[in-house]
């Protein structure tokens, strides 16, 4: 997603994205015909992570039918140093490929220090691991084992495989976190200890601030002889190389280098040869672009716009259409999505006949369709946003088709949680308010990372912890969870463990992820998987509705019906549950409580037609798919002609989010119209004071607002959080006949209040049979006598090194086990870092010009590369009880993780401490300094290879 958003933002249309099954080559031939149909699309980056595939793939080009066409694709390779004997493989069709390759040097001290460890040279303190290690990679055992009847014999360790591992970027990584750690507290001992040799009582003190601005300002040499820099947002620059898979000069071919970089402002010198025609090119660019007119519609941005011509503008994103084939790309109309918009639209009319609301000001709007796609989403918001001048305040002056000058002051949208972060990228630019009807991610209620961010509708957290308090009435203790792989989904599922851990009898036996409800393959798998924990038969589901159609047609097929029962979202619609009604009888829905849709909006939506509704330039298609007709001059999938006496049915105003919508949209109206009372007194007009207000301003106002709701029942207030205030209805379904289903409601939770009526609630067994609480239960619990492996936990294991100043240190040694609680085996890469971290310590510490009078000692923490354990053993080793042998108090700053979602789960414990943290493995670029200010990473961020990647192309 990072090379796809910096393409975007330098201008680069992806032609096509592709997807192959590496478990079925035959299919190659379809992407390969797909590659070569777009001759003017030269350029195609490879990004296969196994060599044999990518080997697979390349014969198969090799060996593709190109009935006299030339073969003249340029590859753009990530980490191509790796591929080198598969390029030299088949050079006809490698021959000009460009790729990147990150500097890893050797450190041959540690090389030598590490090929003569043994069992003996190692104990249980400075390195509990290594015996397991051991025994696994020379299968052998220690004395005390009898695992593989061979004793173990130290002279037959070579080198442990250490001159592979450091071949790669592993160790000088590990190794050059405690260098930059060591940097920062040697800069800090020199300004706050004057001279003092040793610890003193200020250095104890030291804040992270201090810390990150002592290894920003300047680089250093790190290990390896690795130049280490960081920039001003505490990203660490590597050196990358650009290599050419080119001429070796002996009649073969081999990658040679064409500049090493740390500015991606740096142009890629024209020594680079590529092949086109079977002719090498050295002279000249090879040329991949869509030749203009491009005609290409991944390459186009639908620039349709609802528009309503005001004085003060808000710009709109709304859902009109489903995504298509590519991010640029729209499929079908999505009906609700121009319900939402026709929402909008209303309740613009309604504040402009409002003499209360901005009187004298007319609002109006700029709308877009999203798509359902985040580039869609950051191009149209920029390309609209851009056009103003915010340079003097909140309003950003804008001249508008008509040639009239209006000011942008806030946005609406988007739909789901990730096309309104994407919207919330752009917006924080100039800092407009930005007000979603729809996005529900826990995530949003960050203040930090979304300052100018305000919303409608309610966190999901709080909808996570209803599931929870539901489970726990059905007597559940035993549960497992299913989410789509995304940011609705994630979030949630993770609010719903946090929310578990507080229940002390409740265990999430595993957690499913839906990737690609698509994919036959994959869903079979997540089925194999749930009846693997057959005992966990509740499941708490947090999933789109794709996703959720998805799974349910796939427990029909299984013939699944009353093996599991569900607790749901929203997402588990009518619409959603049709046709497969049986396998989601006794479903539990936590409904976000809709207030009714007001009469004005139904008799407005019903009066309009595609005769007087020119504003919405998707109306059209709406009313085409609505009654399936067609309309003269149109492209439409029916043949039918649709009738002049038609219109629209009053239930069609019935959709989630309206009422949230017509909110969102009076909520900026109203603190702007507060904000311009009181910047202008006593007039109506837009005055210059007002036109200067900063965004905190209206921030302010917005925060505050109360109005009578757009439903007409009661007032809306946002929260401490600037989100809406949560209110659920709690639904279940119910078999009325035999084909025949209904949602009735049970419970619901009103101002933090849970309330269910466990005596109305209906669960079915795998008969079709009712099961009705309370003299029935639906059983969800480990049946080994509530010890299931899955509810265990591990114990924490740790190695200790003592010193003055004490640097936890966070990996994931052993793989997850079969749950976040429990370990898996350990992994030969990690013992080695943990060793790596050790001797980097040692040579620290016997240097007396990098910390006179000062020693580092370090706690290594097996995570067991799980997030949950890793943010308890964050918190324990921060502020915990000595348990691992640390003096809290001393401690300055920590290292960890790896894994991205375990470094984010650490930084909100070191976070909220203001402590340091420092990754040698966490290169997602959500990791950003707005989020995580005390945060270091010797690790390049994602997109860096992108742009060197980019770098190739331009």
Request: include cysteine; glycine fraction near 8%; charge should be negative.
């Amino acid at each position: 997603m990072g090379g796809i958003t910096m393409a975007t933002e330098n201008h680069i249309c992806i032609a096509g994205s592709y997807e192959i099954d590496k478990t079925d080559p035959s299919g190659y031939g379809e992407t390969i015909e797909a590659l070569i149909s777009k001759p003017g699309a030269k350029g195609v980056v490879l990004l296969l992570d196994y060599p044999d595939v990518f080997d697979s793939f390349l014969s198969a080009v090799e060996n593709h039918q190109y009935d006299e066409r030339e073969f003249n694709l340029v590859w753009i390779i990530p980490d191509i140093d790796r591929y080198e004997s598969i390029l030299k493989a088949h050079p006809t069709v490698t021959r000009g490929a460009l790729g990147t390759a990150t500097t890893s040097p050797q450190i041959s001290n540690f090389l030598l220090y590490f090929q003569d460890l043994g069992p003996d040279d190692v104990n249980s303190t400075s390195n509990p691991w290594f015996e397991q290690y051991y025994q696994t990679k020379y299968a052998c055992d220690t004395p005390g084992n009898n695992n593989f009847g061979v004793q173990c014999d130290q002279s037959d360790a070579t080198d442990h495989g250490i001159t592979k591992q450091l071949s790669g970027p592993g160790v000088p990584l590990v190794m050059n976190a405690v260098r930059t750690l060591a940097r920062a507290v040697r800069s800090a001992h020199s300004n706050l200890c004057q001279g003092t040799l040793g610890f003193c009582e200020q250095l104890a003190n030291v804040d992270s601030n201090t810390l990150i601005n002592s290894v920003t300002v300047d680089s250093f040499t790190g290990y390896g002889n690795i130049p280490i820099r960081f920039d001003q947002n505490g990203v660490f620059i590597p050196q990358i190389d650009i290599l050419n898979f080119r001429s070796d000069g002996t009649g073969g071919y081999a990658l040679r280098k064409v500049v090493a970089t740390t500015d991606l402002s740096d142009a890629v010198p024209a020594m680079i040869t590529l092949w086109q025609n079977n002719v090498p090119i050295t002279t000249e660019h090879v040329i991949s672009a869509c030749t203009a007119p491009c005609s290409d519609v991944n390459c186009q941005v639908q620039d349709d716009v609802a528009y309503i011509q005001g004085d003060i503008t808000l710009a709109g994103m709304f859902a009109v259409h489903y995504e298509g084939v590519t991010p640029h790309e729209c499929g079908r109309i999505d009906l609700s999505g121009v319900v939402r918009l026709e929402a909008m639209l209303y309740a613009i009319d309604q504040i402009n006949a409002d003499i209360n609301i901005l009187p004298g000001i007319k609002l109006g709007t700029v709308a877009a369709d999203s798509c359902y796609s985040a580039i869609q989403v950051k191009e149209k918001t920029l390309a609209f946003l851009g056009k103003a001048d915010f340079s003097k305040g909140i309003a950003g002056v804008q001249k508008l088709p008509t040639g009239e000058t209006s000011y942008i002051m806030g946005a609406i949208g988007a739909s789901l949680s990730s096309l309104t972060m994407a919207m919330n990228d752009v917006t924080k630019i100039p800092m407009i308010p930005q007000v979603a009807y729809s996005a529900t991610s826990p995530l949003l209620s960050d203040r930090e990372m979304f300052p100018n961010f305000f919303r409608t509708a309610p966190s999901d957290r709080h909808q996570a912890r209803v599931m929870i308090e539901i489970a726990q009435t059905l007597g559940w203790k035993y549960i497992q969870t299913i989410n789509s792989d995304s940011a609705y989904g994630n979030a949630g599922v993770e609010a719903i463990r946090q929310f578990a851990r507080t229940v002390p009898d409740l265990c999430i036996a595993a957690s499913h992820v839906i990737k690609n409800s698509y994919d036959n393959d994959e869903m079979d798998s997540l089925i194999n998987q749930l009846l693997s924990r057959g005992d966990a038969r509740g499941i708490l589901v947090f999933t789109s509705n794709t996703d959720s159609k998805a799974l349910l047609g796939k427990l029909q097929q299984h013939g699944l019906q009353g093996n599991f029962s569900f607790i749901a979202t929203d997402a588990w619609s009518l619409d959603v549950i049709n046709g497969v009604e049986s396998v989601a009888a006794g479903t539990i829905v936590v409904l976000p409580y809709n207030n009714p849709v007001s009469p004005g909006f139904i008799s407005y939506l019903t009066s309009i037609d595609v005769d007087n509704n020119a504003r919405n330039p998707w109306f059209r298609s709406y009313w085409m798919e609505k009654f399936q007709c067609q309309l003269p001059g149109e492209h439409s999938a029916y043949t039918r002609m649709c009738e002049d006496t038609l219109t629209l049915p009053s239930e069609d105003a019935m959709v989630d989010y309206v009422v949230h919508t017509m909110d969102a949209v009076k909520a900026i109206a109203v603190a702007i119209d507060q904000l311009q009372r009181q910047k202008c007194p006593g007039t109506n007009d837009i005055c210059d004071s007002f036109l200067m207000s900063s965004s905190e301003e209206l921030f302010e106002k917005l925060r505050t607002v109360s109005f009578a709701s757009s439903s007409g029942v009661g007032n809306f207030n946002f929260d401490e959080h600037g989100d809406g205030i949560p209110s659920y209805n709690i639904l279940n379904l119910k078999k009325i006949s035999t084909s025949t289903y209904a949602y009735n409601k049970v419970g619901d939770w009103r101002n933090n209040v849970f309330n269910m009526d466990v005596n109305n609630v209906v669960l079915y067994d795998s008969n079709g049979d009712v099961i009705a609480y309370p003299n029935d239960r639906f059983e969800s619990d480990c049946s080994t006598n509530g010890t299931c492996a899955e509810c265990a936990r591990s114990e924490i294991t740790f190695a200790h090194m003592g010193g003055h100043i004490e640097i936890p240190v966070l990996f994931g040694i052993s793989e997850r086990g079969e749950t976040p609680l429990l370990c898996g085996k350990v992994q030969s890469k990690q013992v080695i870092n943990a060793e790596a971290v050790m001797f980097a310590l040692d040579k620290i510490n016997e240097d007396e010009n990098i910390l006179p009078g000062l020693t580092l000692g370090a706690t290594i923490i097996d995570t067991c590369s799980s997030p949950q354990r890793a943010m308890s053993q964050t918190m324990l080793a921060l502020i915990g009880d000595n348990k691992f042998g640390n003096n809290p108090g001393n401690v300055m700053a920590v290292i960890g993780g790896i894994l991205n979602n375990v470094t984010m789960e650490m930084l909100r414990i070191t976070g909220s401490v203001e402590k340091t943290q420092v990754s040698f493995g966490s290169s997602s670029v959500e990791l950003i300094k707005e989020k995580y200010p005390y945060f270091l990473r010797t690790v390049p961020i994602d997109n860096w290879q992108a742009g060197t990647d980019r770098k190739s192309v331009v």
